[in-house]
Every structure is written in C-alpha cells, then in structure tokens.
C-alpha cells in the first residue's frame, strides 16, 4: 500500500487544487498537493516537506480531514488529507502544471484523480471548514 498525504489549502473561501504535469503518473488530473510518506515520517511531516518542495513555501498542517483507500492500476494508495491554513512563502510550480484556487461550487469542473474525490465530495458539502 502507497501511503500519501493531501493538503486542502484553504483561503478567503476557495481551496487551492493543483495540475499534475502530462507525463506524470495520472497527467493532466488536479489533485490536492501532498505527496508520498517516507519511511519512518509522520504525515504531517510529509505534507510540510511536499508543500516545501512542490510549491517553496512553509505550512502549518491542520486538523486531518479523513482517509482514503483508492485501487489505483499501478497500486493502492492510502490518502490522509489534512486542512491547511496558514502557508507562507510566494508559491512557486516546481511539480505542477498550474494551480487554481476554486470555490467549493467550481470543483466539479476539474478532473480530479479518483483518491481526491470523496475530499472534494466534503468541500461541497460543506464539511470542511473554508
């Protein structure tokens, strides 16, 4: 099992969502920026460091929003969503394509990779608080 991390970034109403890059694994999807845990890191350090290193600025990791197990084709992945609101830093695209902050409402218009949905599924509904 691939244990991940995501951040929901949350500011003035909208969540920040991010592009994978084509040639990655699942180009082209948005997702919540985190990544991979490594051996012997808690999840909160892993999403300091991935948000350090995907995007150069420094978070404070909130309260954890859920867990996910998704199939992917390439493994199963066990994501830990945490939500995020104070980065600091100017946000720089070190892995990404492009990044969007959304409303609640708007996130039905991107194609997000499957492990995110049911995290997008709670922003619509109302059950993170924005």
């Not at 003035?12 to 969502?17: E, K, S, T």
């Not at 995007?55 to 066990?78: C, N, P, Q, S």
């Not at 104070?86 to 959304?102: K, S």
Request: aromatic residues 8%; neutral net charge; hydrophobic residues 45%.
């Amino acid at each position: 099992m691939i244990r991940v991390t995501a951040a929901v970034i949350v500011r003035d109403g909208r969540v920040l969502v991010a592009r994978r890059r084509a040639a990655a694994r699942l180009g082209g999807k948005w997702e919540f920026p985190g990544g991979k845990i490594e051996p012997g890191e808690s999840p909160e350090a892993c999403l300091r460091r991935e948000l350090r290193e995907e995007f150069d600025v420094e978070a404070t990791i909130g309260e954890t929003l859920g867990h996910h197990v998704h199939r992917y084709d390439f493994g199963t992945v066990a994501l830990t969503a945490f939500r995020v609101t104070d980065v600091c830093g100017t946000l720089r695209l070190n892995d990404h394509q492009e990044v969007r902050w959304a409303a609640p409402e708007a996130l039905g218009d991107f194609d997000f990779a499957p492990a995110d949905l049911p995290f997008v599924a709670m922003i619509q509904a109302g059950k993170v608080k924005l």
